[in-house]
């Protein structure tokens, strides 16, 4: 099986729900994990950590099932594209719920052509509208919940993952 390489974004959890959190990632990628957590300043009492992986073709997947449990978290998960599967990323809020989206290799949310289609037909025959179904395959409303979460970790060190080109 194909290896692949993630990152692991945990946008805020309360401190009691963190061993936890790296306990169902330890089950998920199998083996033990440990995360630097933060105080994350959009969420008082809360933490954020972040996480490079590097795994199997599925465990991104894996992943966003295990954090899924975790409900009072807010989490992305993505996975890079390889030769035998598309990149996807994953965004959780306790609110949403789970977002699963194909992404390209610049992390742009990819939107497949029969998914076009059936909105488009969706629309014209008096269902939903074309920008509500558009807005929810791109995952607009994960992206507006998590943003204020992704600000605030603004001031956290920067990690250079890998060398484009």
Do not use: N
Not at 78 to 84: I, L, R, V
Not at 104 to 118: A, F, T
Not at 121 to 137: D, I, K, N, Q, S
Request: charged fraction near 20%; glycine fraction near 10%; include cysteine.
């Amino acid at each position: 099986m194909e290896t692949t390489r993630g990152i692991i974004l945990i946008h805020s959890a309360p401190a009691a729900l963190c061993p936890h959190i790296e306990w169902a990632l330890g089950a998920a990628m199998g083996s033990p994990l440990r995360l630097d957590w933060i105080d994350q300043p959009a969420e008082p009492h809360s933490l954020r950590a972040e996480y490079s992986w590097a795994g199997r073709t599925g465990t991104g997947a894996a992943i966003a099932s295990a954090l899924t449990r975790c409900q009072r978290a807010r989490f992305e998960v993505t996975e890079e594209p390889c030769g035998s599967a598309e990149g996807m990323r994953w965004s959780y809020t306790p609110r949403l719920g789970i977002h699963a989206a194909s992404i390209g290799i610049h992390g742009d949310v990819m939107v497949h052509e029969e998914r076009l289609k059936q909105a488009i037909v969706t629309e014209a025959l008096g269902g939903r509208t074309l920008v509500a179904t558009l807005t929810e395959l791109l995952g607009s409303e994960w992206d507006d919940e998590l943003e204020a979460f992704r600000h605030a970790a603004e001031g956290t060190p920067v990690r250079w993952l890998h060398r484009v080109g």
